[in-house]
């Protein structure tokens, strides 16, 4: 009976640490959206940055990912599911996923980075 709940309690231990907060889930996704992580390319709280740049004739041009924290749900949600940008890869995400990710970036407390 001891060994019983013993094992009982490891469970539920182990089971109390794998509960993550909302908070904590819209990060990992962020980072992990099942494919490249977006803060690789729009920074790490949604900010935008600078992929690159290179000269053509004579002009700079420069690559950017756009800052995302200041855009409607619409133009979000549409954004990642009509596929028609061009460098931004395609991804799969469920609306679910998607209202997360937009939940990460509005809350995401370090709104002085944002350009
Ligand atoms: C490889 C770099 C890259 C990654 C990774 C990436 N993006 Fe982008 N994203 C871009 C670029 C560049 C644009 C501008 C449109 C274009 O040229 O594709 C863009 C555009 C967008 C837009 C539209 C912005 C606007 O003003 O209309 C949204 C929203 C967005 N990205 C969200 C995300 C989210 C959420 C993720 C992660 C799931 C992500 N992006 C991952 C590069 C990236």
Redesign the pocket.
Known sequence: MRLISLIFFVVLGYGEDSFITKEEYAKM??HN?R????????GEY?QGEV?GRYKESNRTII??????TN?SFK??????TNG??????H?F?TLQE?KT??FY?KSSKHKSLKR
Request: with cysteine.
């Open positions: 996704l962020y959206p494919g490249i992580g977006c803060h690789k390319c729009h949604g992929l690559i950017k990912a756009p800052n995302i855009l133009k979000f949600y549409e954004a990642l028609k940008h061009r460098l931004m890869p991804y995400l998607i990710l937009y970036l």
